[in-house]
């Protein structure tokens, strides 16, 4: 097995690569301050560390809801002080890095913006003091190697706490919502020294699925894992089909501590 170099001792819960399997979970979006802290409470019980939540939603229809915006962040930021938990949210448009940065502890560049470069380059200036996490993720079209060049135009000026994160390819396969690119743990292990984090809910795209591939991510070695989480999933303004309720996750998560124990994590 090759040797595994952690890539930044100093900030071993930003999912990096430690013995501990960083989870982000929490709603696609942010709808209210009930359905955010109800979920927040959730993943403060199991004694995780990180809240996802989306403020800007990046929907493929303009009349599809687009996030509650800076509302949503304000949300994030009192939830996150409230359960003790560090939280994770995507950055859009250039033009709001700075106040993203401003509210939350993570910035999350989302698929569709894989390739936009001037956005890469504002996030790796914003965050060049504070350091704080960028997950990137990667485009559903996007290569491995284009991946890996495009972290450098975050990392250019200075800030080099990246996650990066798999989300699915488009393929020719329509039974689930994306392929999830599973191959895509260890390449970028053999690659690079960033740590890898996989989205299960996305490639999923239906509940059910989402165990299975998240059981599949702890197994080939993911240093974290995104999931989607809900209080009412059926109620939810984007992603409802793919959005495990608190109990289920609770669940999830109790089996993934088990297999991780197996592979000498937690
Ligand atoms: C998300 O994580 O909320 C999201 C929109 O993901 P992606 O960019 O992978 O579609
Ligand atoms: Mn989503």
């Known amino acids: 097995m090759s040797e595994v170099k952690p890539v930044s001792q100093k900030l071993p819960d930003y999912g990096t690569r430690t013995d501990e399997i960083a989870i982000f979970a929490g709603p696609c979006s942010v ?4 359905q955010f802290n109800e979920v927040a409470e959730c993943i403060a019980g199991l004694g995780l ?18 996030g509650l915006g800076e509302e949503a962040l304000q949300i994030m930021k009192a939830g996150g002080e409230k359960y003790g938990l560090k939280t994770l949210t995507e950055v859009m448009d250039s033009e709001h890095c700075e106040m993203v940065h401003s509210y ?4 999350q560049v989302g698929a569709r913006n894989f390739q936009n470069f001037s956005l890469l380059k504002n996030i790796g200036k914003v965050t060049k003091d504070s350091h704080k996490m960028v997950l990137f993720k990667r485009g559903f079209a996007g290569t491995i190697a284009e ?16 996650v990066l994160c798999e989300r699915g390819l ?8 994306f392929t999830l690119d599973i191959s895509a743990v260890p390449v970028i292990h053999k690659q690079s020294l960033y740590p890898i984090c996989v989205d299960v809910s996305h490639p999923a795209g239906v509940r059910d699925l989402v165990p ?5 991510a702890v197994a080939v070695g993911a240093d974290s894992i995104m999931i989607e989480v809900h209080p009412n999933p059926p109620a939810a303004l984007s992603d409802g089909p793919q959005q495990l309720t608190p109990a289920q996750f609770t669940d999830l998560i109790t089996d993934l501590r088990e297999l991780a124990a197996v592979f000498g994590k937690k």
Do not use: C
């Open 212 to 216: 299975a591939l998240a059981r599949a």
């Open 104 to 107: 939350v502890d993570g910035l």
């Open 170 to 177: 488009r393929t020719f396969e329509t039974a689930t919502r």
């Open 31 to 34: 709808e209210s301050e009930e």
């Open 147 to 162: 991946w890996l060049a495009a972290t450098d135009y975050i990392t250019m000026a200075g800030n080099d706490n990246v």
């Open 49 to 66: 560390h990180w809240i996802r939540g989306g403020a800007f939603k990046p929907r493929t229809n303009p009349h599809s809801f687009q």
